[in-house]
Structure formats: structure tokens, C-alpha cells
């Protein structure tokens, strides 16, 4: 048996997923089990599989039909995990593969579950994320048709950056797919290592989040360095499963330091307490399980809590972070409205105490220059009232010379004040006089006639 695990980590993206190794291994346990060979037990298996995954399980039956073992053939196929890898050479070497490959399939299935877990915690926060964010979208739409609709109507800048709703839609957007992209990248440098400890270190200290991301780690390794244990994999190999399993560069960072100090003979405990990143209860079971020899359904039990806590916590965290979405929008909404107000307030207020142009300015053609548009509407409809009312234009006359009343004549005061009608009735008063003298002079003409014939 190998002393140390030698079997290089692939790449995460190129490995099969859990939902797949757990089905693999499930029906290879159970094919073994019922006494079916292995070459033809994978045999069997090669026809589930399709495109490039198929072409990998044939290569590992060539190998198998050349006399090479399951571990051996799948060591050399990167979608096979090193957890897999060695569990296979472990049942091999003890001849107990049936029983190896049942472990991995519940060790899967496992895996798949917490997954099945943290989505069904995270899936609804999710959704409302997007749903805030058509909201805010529509929002700025519908800001931008009202400006266009309605005159004088300006829509708030919520980012107060001096953009109009469309800029503020891009920006939103912006930021969201920086935001988005920022994730991605952290996250691939956390997985890959870039930061080193430091991101895992602070996202320990997170509360809630902390405990939660610890305990998924604990109940894998918990579970892996318990069924390596109990397959009969030597101590510093088991130890090393069990510490990649974790998939926590916190963890995984002391592997070397507990694996020597495991190799120079220490016990488990010991080995793991010096490293000072594992919780007491978690030392406690090690502990108990290596003083009363049960240290395999020690740790089962533990990776079972674990798990539990960890389906409860992830649940929290998905209603907190749904909580916290539901108040982020709802404050982007309420500061947008409150903004909108305050702005309207304010064109109101200036509107009220602004200065309109007086009407020689309107006269002489002189334009305010204003941002307010109920100043500039005002003054609009004053400059088409000075110049197209007639009534004003008479009233403005009158004011003009009632100041003049006593250095005028009635006649000029009646002129200035009412020209046109004054007009008129002095040409009435004009026609009345000529038709009076006619009428005067129409009978003395008669009286000469009669006087002349007699």
C-alpha cells in the first residue's frame, strides 16, 4: 500500500461532478458486489456514459483489459478525482472494492445533498437580486419617459453624479457587471489560490457565514478521514484524504505540518490540535474515537451534525440575504421618491421667489436666463400676454394717463385713455351736428322759396 498520496489534484473544472461519481459508484459497488468482474463490471458502465466521458471510460477499459487495476487505470483519467483514486486502491489492496465504492457513492450522494442545500438557501435571495434589479431598471425607464413627457418636469439624479435616468440605467448596469465579474474573479482566486489564506480567513470571521462555510468543510473531512480510516488506509494517507476533502485552503495549508507530525507518530488528536484551526468539539470526537476505538462512527456521527448545522445556517443565510435585498431596494426606491420630492419642492420654492422680467424687458426682447422651467414658463406666457392682449394693452393705457389727468384736456385725457372710441364718438358728434345744420338750414330755405313765389 502506498505510504503517501501521490495521486495529482486535476483541475476542478475537468472532473466529473458529484451527482455522476456518486451514480458510478453506486452501480460499480453494486455490480461488484453481486460478484460481477470489474472489466466487466466497467464494461457495463462505458454505456452510460456519453461523448468525451465515454471516450475516457474506454481508454480505462483498454487498461483494465491490459491488466492493470481500477486504481491504476483511473489514476492516469483526469476526471477522476484523488479521493476516488485512492478509496479504489485501498478496497483493492484489502479486497473490499464493493464496499470502497459503496463508501464513495454515499460520500457523493453527500456532496450532492449539501450542494442541493446551499442552492435551495441561496436561490431565492438570487431571485429577488434580479428582480431588484429589473425593478431599478424599469424605475430609470420610467423616469426618463417623464422628463421626455412632461414639460418642465425634472427627474431626480440618484447617484448625484449630474446624469440624466438613461446615464444612471448605464451606470446601474455598469456596476452591476463590474460587480458580477468582481465576484467571478475572487471567487477563481480564492479556489486557485491567488490570495492565499487571507480571504478564507476573513470570511471565517464573518458571523453566521463563518460557522457555516467551517462546518461544510468539517463535515467532509470528518466523513472522508473516517471511511479512509475504516477501509485500512494507513494513517499519513488518510490524513491527507481527509484534509483535501475540506476544499478550504485554510485547512488544506497545514496538511503538511499534520501529516508529519502524523508520520513521526503522533495520534490524531495531537497531530490536529497543533495546528490550532480545528474546533474542540471536533478534537474532542478525534479524541474519544482514538481512546475508545470507535473513532470511524465517531466521526460519522460528527460529519452528520455538521451537516445538519450547516443546511440550517445556510438556510438563514438566505433569508438574510433575501432580507438584506429587500431593504437595499427598497432604500434605492425611497431615496429616488424622497429625491424626486424634495427636487419638485424646489422648483416650486425658487419659482415662488425668483424675479420675472418687468415688461420693458419683455418689450425690449431680453430673455432671463434661467434652469428653472416654471420661471422660464412664466415668462413665456406674460411676454404672449403683453403682446397680444388687447384688453391689457387698454388697461396698460389707462394706467399710464390717469397720471396725467390734470395736464390734459378732456378731450386728450379721453383720446389717451380710449382712443378708438373716443374717435368714433367724435365722429358720431361730428355727423350729428352737420345733420342738425341741415335740418336748420332745410327750413329757412323753404320759408325764402314761399316768399320769393308770393
Not at 87 to 113: F, N, P, S, W
Not at 225 to 246: I, P
Not at 416 to 425: A, K, Q, T, V, Y
Request: glycine share 8%; hydrophobic share 40%.
Amino acid at each position: 500500500m502506498n505510504t503517501e498520496l501521490t495521486v495529482s489534484k486535476p483541475s476542478v473544472g475537468s472532473q466529473l461532478p458529484a451527482s455522476h461519481l456518486e451514480k458510478i459508484c453506486f452501480r460499480l459497488g453494486s455490480s461488484l458486489k453481486a460478484g460481477i468482474p470489474i472489466a466487466q463490471a466497467w464494461e457495463n458502465e462505458c454505456r452510460f456514459q456519453r461523448g468525451r466521458t465515454r471516450g475516457t471510460f474506454e481508454r480505462v477499459q483498454e487498461r483494465l483489459q491490459a491488466g492493470q487495476t481500477l486504481a491504476e487505470a483511473i489514476k492516469e483519467a483526469p476526471c477522476f478525482p484523488a479521493l476516488l483514486t485512492e478509496m479504489v486502491r485501498v478496497g483493492e489492496e484489502t479486497g473490499k472494492l464493493d464496499q470502497a465504492c459503496l463508501k464513495m457513492a454515499d460520500h457523493y450522494r453527500t456532496i450532492v445533498r449539501m450542494k442541493r442545500t446551499f442552492w435551495q438557501g441561496v436561490t431565492w435571495p438570487l431571485l429577488q437580486l434580479s428582480a431588484a434589479a429589473a425593478v431599478v431598471s424599469v424605475f430609470f425607464v420610467v423616469l426618463h419617459v417623464l422628463e421626455t413627457r412632461i414639460s418642465g418636469l425634472v427627474a431626480p439624479d440618484v447617484f448625484m453624479l449630474g446624469l440624466s435616468p438613461l446615464g444612471n440605467l448605464v451606470l446601474f448596469w455598469g456596476a452591476v457587471l463590474a460587480g458580477t465579474l468582481g465576484l467571478f474573479l475572487v471567487v477563481t482566486g480564492i479556489r486557485s489560490g491567488w490570495f492565499g489564506n487571507l480571504p478564507m480567513r476573513l470570511a471565517l470571521s464573518i458571523p453566521l457565514l463563518g460557522s457555516t462555510i467551517r462546518e461544510l468543510a468539517l463535515s467532509r473531512f470528518a466523513w472522508a478521514f473516517g471511511t479512509a480510516v475504516d477501509a485500512g488506509m494507513n494513517a499519513k494517507t488518510a490524513m491527507q484524504l481527509g484534509l483535501r476533502s475540506t476544499q478550504n485552503r485554510l485547512y488544506q495549508s497545514h496538511e503538511q505540518d499534520i501529516v508529519r507530525s502524523v508520520d513521526q507518530g503522533r495520534d490524531y488528536y495531537t497531530a490536529l490540535q497543533q495546528a490550532e484551526v480545528f474546533p474542540d468539539d471536533f478534537l474532542q470526537a478525534v479524541q474519544s474515537g482514538e481512546l475508545t476505538g470507535e473513532l470511524t462512527e465517531s466521526l460519522g456521527r460528527l460529519s452528520d451534525d455538521y451537516r445538519e448545522h450547516s443546511a440550517i445556517n445556510l438556510r438563514r443565510i438566505g433569508q438574510i440575504s433575501g432580507f438584506g435585498i429587500f431593504l437595499s431596494v427598497g432604500a434605492l426606491m425611497g431615496f429616488s421618491i424622497l429625491f424626486m420630492y424634495a427636487s419638485y419642492l424646489g422648483t416650486l420654492s425658487e419659482a415662488l421667489t425668483g424675479q420675472a422680467l418687468t415688461l420693458d424687458e419683455i418689450r425690449q426682447g431680453q430673455v432671463q436666463q434661467t434652469t428653472n422651467p416654471i420661471i422660464a414658463q412664466k415668462n413665456e406666457m406674460v411676454k404672449d400676454f403683453v403682446e397680444n392682449n388687447e384688453d391689457f394693452k387698454q388697461i396698460e393705457s389707462i394706467y399710464k394717463h390717469l397720471g396725467r389727468y390734470n395736464e390734459m384736456t378732456p378731450d386728450e385725457f379721453l383720446d389717451g385713455i380710449f382712443p378708438d372710441e373716443n374717435s368714433r364718438l367724435r365722429q358720431q358728434a361730428r355727423r350729428k351736428a352737420a345733420d342738425d345744420e341741415a335740418e336748420r338750414i332745410a327750413p329757412s330755405s323753404e320759408d325764402d322759396q314761399a316768399r320769393s313765389n308770393e
